[in-house]
Every structure is written in C-alpha cells, then in structure tokens.
C-alpha cells in the first residue's frame, strides 16, 4: 500500500485542522493505520492510531483533543485535530502495519506517507 499524508498548515491556539491519509494500492482496511509526528530536534513520536481489528488508541498528549476514524469510502483514514497547542506544531506522518501488536511501536509499520507540517503559532 502507498499512503498519502495531506491537510497540514498553518494555524493559531485553539484552532482545529484534519489531516487526510489516502491508502492508494490495496484497501486500508487491511492495516492498522498509525499517526506520527516529529518535531523539529526531537525524535518521531506516536500520535495515535487507528487498528484493523477494532479500537483507536492515543497518546497523553492528544487524548480527548484528537480523534482518528476512517472515510472507507475514499480508502483514507482522517486524523481530526482540535484544541491545538504550540507543542503540537510537527511534521505529522501517517504509517500502516498489518500485523501491529503494540501501536505506539514505530517498528510495527511498514508502509509510511511522506510527512506533513502542522505550524501551532499566533
């Protein structure tokens, strides 16, 4: 499968923004899809994700405040983002595994989009 992250930009405290994952190759259905991010000096961190057999898992960081699901019509899966907080500005990465047994384990997905950037700033 070959992901297609979209939907960063820039935006002020508080806002929102949805970031798209397109699966383009076979059906997302297949994988658990995984959100990452890295921000500038620091290591690439779990986001959350999304699994193939059921369940969205978050981090500390963006429970309550983000929220996955899929759009299986468009074979996508969308990161919706609300409440953002500068710490949050990053490039964001969408990644898929098929065989995920822990979801915030970077080495569980195989398949990655190109990155993302989510700018948090007044």
């Known amino acids: 499968v070959q992901l297609q992250a979209s939907g960063g930009g820039l935006v002020q405290p508080g806002g929102s923004l949805r970031l798209s994952c397109l699966g383009s190759?076979?059906?997302?259905?297949?994988?658990?899809i995984g959100w990452f991010r890295q921000a500038p000096g620091k290591e690439r961190e779990w986001v959350c994700s999304?699994?193939?057999?059921?369940?969205?898992f978050y981090a500390d960081s963006v429970r309550g405040r983000f929220a996955t699901f899929r759009d299986n019509a468009k074979n996508a899966v969308i990161l919706q983002m609300n409440n953002l907080r500068p710490e949050d500005t990053a490039v964001y990465y969408c990644a898929a595994g098929r065989f995920v047994p822990v979801v915030y384990h970077i080495r569980n997905y195989a398949e990655w989009g190109q990155g993302t950037l989510v700018t948090v700033s007044s």
């Open positions: 999304d699994s193939r057999v059921g369940g969205s």
């Open positions: 190759g076979s059906t997302l259905d297949d994988y658990t």
